[in-house]
């Protein structure tokens, strides 16, 4: 019913961008807050970057100046536009939105299936 797809992942150099993008759809009522993810292999999911429906952001101190997150609140998309990718910035993505499904009591986390970031020469 409801599902988050994402895009944009691949490889690119140090000091390269990327755009990813991730679409909600489904039987959504409301959207709160959608955010980024990021899980490097031995690593703990952590949280890359967030975004409420008001626009009001929130990221973590390892992307910050380097990455800008944004939503189009009537294409349910959020976007991260990441510049300067470092190695460090290797792992892979998932999308994540914090919604009121249409008929549903209350709010649920719904995560997309991630997309490959590969930053390398």
């Known amino acids: 019913q409801v599902q988050l797809v994402e895009s944009g992942g691949g490889l690119v150099q140090p000091g390269g961008s990327l755009r990813l993008s991730c679409a909600a759809s489904g039987s959504i009522f409301r959207i709160n807050r959608m955010g980024w993810y990021r899980q490097a292999p031995g690593k703990q999911r952590e949280l890359v970057a967030t975004?409420?429906?008001?626009?009001?952001?929130n990221y973590a101190d390892s992307v910050k100046g380097r990455f800008t997150i944004s939503r189009d609140n009537a294409k349910n998309t959020v976007y991260l536009q990441m510049n300067s990718l470092k190695p460090d910035d290797t792992a892979v993505y998932y999308c994540?939105?914090?919604?009121?499904?249409?008929?549903?009591?209350?709010?649920?986390?719904?995560w997309g299936q991630g997309t490959q970031v590969t930053v390398s020469s």
């Open positions: 994540n939105a914090d919604l009121l499904r249409v008929g549903a009591l209350g709010w649920t986390d719904y």
């Open positions: 975004i409420t429906s008001g626009g009001s952001t």
